[in-house]
């Protein structure tokens, strides 16, 4: 049976992936076949780059109104856009059954960190009922009450709390080690699983295992993943092997590419901006000694 994720993820362009031949750059100075913008499912491209603008912009001016600014375009967004509102349908599902499952009794609050979880994180703490804490990219955590009312976080709060992260992907983990879980535990919380649209399987369940935190993933980001596109019709074959070809091995493929295209950097160099700052990293890793 198609699996509906699936198809939204292409359809919106949430996974993108490069005709043959043309790679994308990773910010690492490392190329590969495809993309992730998991917050394109909230309505496409477009429209998640106007809520990302929006996020920015309260973020900078006044933080604690975020929440309940960005809070109520995103339920007015999954009203008039049937997919992300059945996206989020799908998501307070397995927060429901995860809540149930739970041994010591379920969440007490919802996190979501700056900027994207926010997508995903603020309208199922709606639909729970449950306070929701924002977690900034400078650490600042915002507290927002079942009602809406937002504060900023204090441990007289969340001392003993139990909280669901929500989040929108998951690459290596690296964010909730470095930022989400220790914002939550300086607050007297502990994080105690969580929930994402898209696990890029590189690590991430692993480490947060190890740090005592159960994730689970909506669509995970594996050759069946790409097999099914395939069968759906969103890629063809050869975009398939390509996609498949760089999960069985990322550098084996970026090695096989530039074996193929030997001028490829110069021309990358050439065109200057980020084209070039990412070949000359790319050089720097000893890439172009083929």
Known sequence: MDNPIISWLFDTDAVRVCPEGRPYWYT??????FYINTHFLCGGEETSLGLLHDIEAEASRRPIGL??????????LAQ????YGLLIAKLVEQAEEMQAQHP??????IS?????DFFFSLPIARALRL???SIFKNLFTVYSDAQGDAVPATREMLEGKRVLHIADLVTEASSFIRAWIPAIERLGARIVSALVVVDRDQG??????????????????????FDEAVAQGKLTAAQGDMARGFLASPEGFMREFLRHHPGFLQEQIALGGRAKERAERCIA???DKL
């Not at 929440?67 to 007015?76: C, E, M, Q, R, T």
């Not at 008039?80 to 997919?83: D, I, Q, V």
């Not at 159960?214 to 669509?219: A, D, F, G, K, T």
């Open 204 to 225: 991430g369940e692993a480490a947060l295992a190890k740090a005592g935190v159960p994730l689970r993933s909506l669509v995970k980001v594996d050759a069946g993943l």
């Open 104 to 109: 010591d009794g379920g969440f007490d609050a």
């Open 285 to 287: 890793m000893g890439f």
């Open 131 to 133: 306070p929701h804490v």
């Open 28 to 33: 690492s100075g490392k190329l590969g076949p």
């Open 67 to 76: 929440p309940g600014v960005i809070d109520n375009k995103l339920h007015a």
């Open 112 to 116: 979501g960190g700056e900027r994207r």
């Open 80 to 83: 008039a856009n049937e997919r």
